[in-house]
């Protein structure tokens, strides 16, 4: 069983000590918003339990947006293209259910592979890179690379004796796009 001591520190000192706790236990988040929801708190009738609760999950947020992030940056995408920016109208052929199933990411996390065919120009790349991204926002360790680029690698590896470390590299994504 723990004890706590009670310090009797000033608002000031006890805002400075929160201050550094939180840089410490880098914990950016509460460090920035603990004051305001503080002084919030009262007003909003919240508990001591109900303010902590807020200040953990705002942490919580921001460090899943900053892993989502940190994810779709590895991906390597050439460019940000989002399922909200594409043109259903412009592309009959392509059904907007499926792509919205798609999606879910259920199809990786199956393991089950995605061929995109089509003509020139009807938002093949477009529709590859959206699901990536919604793949890396859903959790999903993504790559993107050419396929091109990725057969020159893959020989430019066997050449120099480092295939399996490349295939390995590879093999750690849980999403290939080419």
């Not at 460090?63 to 390597?76: E, Q, T």
């Not at 430019?156 to 849980?174: C, F, H, Q, W």
Request: proline share 3%.
């Amino acid at each position: 069983m723990m004890t706590f001591h009670r310090r009797g520190l000033t608002e000031e000192a006890a805002e400075a000590s929160i201050y550094q706790a939180c840089q410490r236990l880098r914990l950016p988040t509460i460090r920035a918003q603990f004051v305001e929801l503080a002084a919030a708190a009262p007003r909003d009738q919240m508990s001591y339990l109900g303010f902590l609760a807020e200040l953990l999950m705002a942490e919580c947020d921001y460090r899943a947006r900053k892993a989502s992030d940190r994810r779709i940056k590895m991906a390597s995408f050439p460019r940000q293209k989002s399922l909200r920016e594409f043109d259903f109208d412009a592309n009959p052929n392509v059904d907007p259910a499926v792509i919205n199933t798609l999606a879910t990411c259920d199809w990786v996390r199956k393991h089950q592979p995605l061929c995109l065919i089509g003509d020139s120009g009807t938002g093949k790349s477009h529709l590859l890179i959206a699901l990536g991204t919604e793949a890396a926002m859903a959790g999903f360790k993504v790559n993107y690379t050419l396929a091109a680029k990725l057969v020159n690698e893959l020989v430019e590896a066997a050449d120099e004796k480092v295939l399996t470390k490349t295939i390995a590299r590879y093999g750690r994504v849980d999403l290939l796009l080419y």
